[in-house]
């Protein structure tokens, strides 16, 4: 059974920070997901990580993948309030096919002027 | 953009009553899901549908729960029976491929009375 960790669970930050955000997960997983979540919203798909090394960058958010130990991280550099969010890390075990995603219990941000 | 689409965006049901909520997946999407989150926690996987029948549930999915394409745009969750523990946010996604992203829809909240 694939378990996803993420800390920290809460972070508040100034803006124009930087900070990371780390997923960890507990066995093989075929790919990372990030995702956004605005309070009441819908999840907004951020990043789709698929092998060991993956990089991927948007804007002020940057998202890498560690299969190797098993770790992902989101990275958010010189922070502004807009990103204010909870982000969500989630795993598919390895072998999934249209199995379901598997989340962290996300990280709320809190980013202050 | 083409999005997911549920409805409705909220419901309130007595307990003991059925309940069928309704999502409209992209339309070249091949897989489907359906997710829940009760206030305040992780997203948690409930079941993934592809080529017309399940193919994967959580131990949440259990005989209360059913899903169905009745045609070739909806796709429908029935729980029979709420409880008072089933309400939450109900999210359907769906999916172009095994490597892709799962889009979200807006989602629908249960409130159980």
């Known amino acids: 059974e694939l378990k996803v960790e993420q800390n920290p669970l809460f972070l508040s930050m100034q803006e124009g920070k930087n900070y990371t955000i780390y997923c960890n997960y507990s066995?093989?997983?075929?790919?990372l997901y990030w995702y956004r979540q605005d309070p009441g919203k819908s999840l907004e798909s951020l990043f789709v990580?698929?092998?060991?090394?993956a990089v991927k960058q948007e804007g002020r958010l940057m998202a890498s993948l560690d299969t190797k130990a098993r770790l992902s991280t989101l990275h958010i550099t010189a922070a502004v309030h807009d990103l204010s969010a909870t982000y969500f890390c989630?795993?598919?075990?390895?072998?999934?096919?249209?199995?379901?995603?598997?989340f962290g219990k996300g990280t709320h941000l809190i980013i202050q002027p | 953009e083409p999005e997911v689409t549920q409805t409705p965006s909220h419901q309130v049901t007595q307990m003991g009553q059925e309940v069928i909520l309704r999502c409209v997946p992209i339309?070249?999407?091949?897989?489907f899901y359906w997710y829940r989150q009760i206030l305040g926690q992780k997203v948690e996987f409930l079941v993934s549908?592809?080529?017309?029948?399940?193919?994967?549930k959580s131990e949440i999915f259990d005989d209360q729960f059913s899903v169905e394409r009745p045609d070739g745009s909806n796709f429908t969750l029935k729980i029979r029976s709420t409880k008072l523990e089933d309400s939450a946010m109900y999210f359907c996604?769906?999916?172009?491929?095994?490597?892709?992203?799962?889009?979200f829809g807006q989602g629908t909240r249960l409130t159980v009375v």
């Open positions: 339309s070249n999407h091949l897989y």
């Open positions: 989630a795993g598919i075990p390895r072998g999934g096919g249209a199995d379901g995603l598997t």
């Open positions: 990580l698929l092998s060991n090394g």
């Open positions: 996604a769906s999916g172009q491929g095994m490597n892709t992203e799962a889009f």
């Open positions: 066995t093989t997983s075929d790919r």
């Open positions: 549908f592809y080529n017309n029948e399940i193919s994967e």
